[in-house]
């Protein structure tokens, strides 16, 4: 990892300079929640209260190019260092690292960084893809269908109509257009979003003046 022995310069006090392809993410990201809220509305579809089973999932991924949101608020807010400090604690651990789980029950919890999650965080549950015949069908949750089937069986409705719904397909696509080389590989969440703080500490750490230098 690049933070070895460089922690003082990746992580120098004052704002960090967001990522140029930040706000391109940021658009992608604001469109799929346009596309899962119109869905939600039309079919009454929402999680159980404090449903966290999906976060726990080892099998969550996202790329580096999608989690630059993320590591921007979480240079911003100081937290960057200690993500990627547990992360070389232990690089395979699953699930997030920014996972709140209740301590009596895991599945039970919320996420601690909900407004800037990954792509897949937003789409699961809520978002529709193409069958081979091209009909679109709902990427539908095993607690949505245990808890509230009928707001589930709207929601497939919805989707085969596809009325503004959220495509996983199309935002993959809408964000391969922003970068091909940082929107593959899918990674383990932990390891996406701590290649994505490193990008940006690392712009960071070339953009800040040095000790002596004339701008100082």
Not at 10 to 31: I, K, N, Y
Not at 185 to 192: G, K, Q, R
Request: with cysteine; proline share 8%.
């Amino acid at each position: 990892m690049t933070t070895t022995g460089n922690e003082g310069r990746l992580f120098s006090a004052g704002p960090s300079p967001q990522d140029r392809f930040t706000p391109a993410v940021r658009a992608v990201l604001a469109e799929i929640d346009a596309g899962t809220e119109r869905l939600s509305r039309a079919s009454g579809l929402r999680c159980p209260p404090n449903c966290g089973a999906c976060c726990l999932s080892p099998e969550v991924t996202a790329s580096v190019l999608e989690c630059l949101p993320l590591a921007d608020h979480l240079l911003a807010s100081g937290r960057a260092q200690d993500f990627l400090a547990r992360f070389e604690a232990d690089p395979t651990h699953r699930p997030c690292f920014l996972y709140e789980a209740d301590p009596l029950d895991p599945e039970r919890g919320r996420c601690g960084e909900y407004e800037h999650r990954p792509s897949l965080c937003r789409l699961f549950g809520f978002s529709a893809r193409r069958r081979k015949d091209g009909s679109a069908e709902l990427i539908a949750c095993i607690r949505h269908k245990s808890a509230i089937p009928e707001a589930v069986q709207q929601a497939q409705v919805a989707a085969s109509r596809e009325e503004g719904v959220a495509f996983a397909g199309d935002s993959a696509l809408a964000l391969a257009g922003i970068d091909p080389a940082l929107a593959r590989p899918l990674l383990p969440i932990n390891e996406a979003v701590a290649k994505a703080i490193e990008r940006l500490a690392l712009r960071h750490s070339l953009s800040s003046p040095r000790p002596g230098s004339a701008s100082e």
